[in-house]
């Protein structure tokens, strides 16, 4: 019984998640965020690109033309959001996904404390997204 309940409750989960909007097609990113001064600095961006792609999902960069369909509705499209968090030992990320409503439907914590800056901005995505529920089914 208790195994029926908690399949259930994931199933509830999974169902509402697709509700909010993790069932668009495209995810639009910043070419720079707050936290890099060029475009790709530590990997940022290619990185979270790649991961998106691996997750089922076109990306384009702000100043790219986005496609007719995602032009006609725009709630098509979904906004990626990345901030770095105050920390003196530690890279800290948050990674965020926003609905055409400015509504936060995914967002995922990580954190890394490599010293090397190229690879702890790295790390700390990966550690955000290793256990999310970005995957699209």
């Known amino acids: ?3 029926f309940l908690l399949l259930m409750l994931f199933t509830c989960l999974g169902i509402g998640m ?3 909007g993790l069932n ?3 995810v639009q990113m910043k070419k720079v965020y707050n936290f890099q001064e060029e475009f790709n600095e530590y990997r940022v961006n290619s990185f979270l690109k790649h991961k998106l792609e691996e997750a089922g999902y076109t990306v384009f960069y702000d100043d790219q033309e986005l496609p007719q369909d995602a032009k006609a509705d725009p709630c098509k499209v979904l ?3 990345v901030e770095r968090g105050k920390s003196m030992t ?9 609905n055409c409503k400015n509504e936060q439907i995914f967002t995922a914590n990580g954190e890394s404390r490599l010293k090397k ?4 901005h790295v790390d700390a995505l990966k550690n955000a997204l290793e ?7």
Request: some cysteine.
């Open 1 to 3: 019984m208790k195994k």
């Open 18 to 20: 697709q509700a909010q």
């Open 24 to 26: 668009t097609k495209y």
């Open 79 to 81: 906004k990626c959001n």
């Open 90 to 98: 530690a890279t800290k990320l948050t990674v965020t996904l926003v």
């Open 117 to 120: 800056r190229s690879k702890s």
């Open 131 to 137: 256990y999310s529920v970005l995957n699209k089914k």
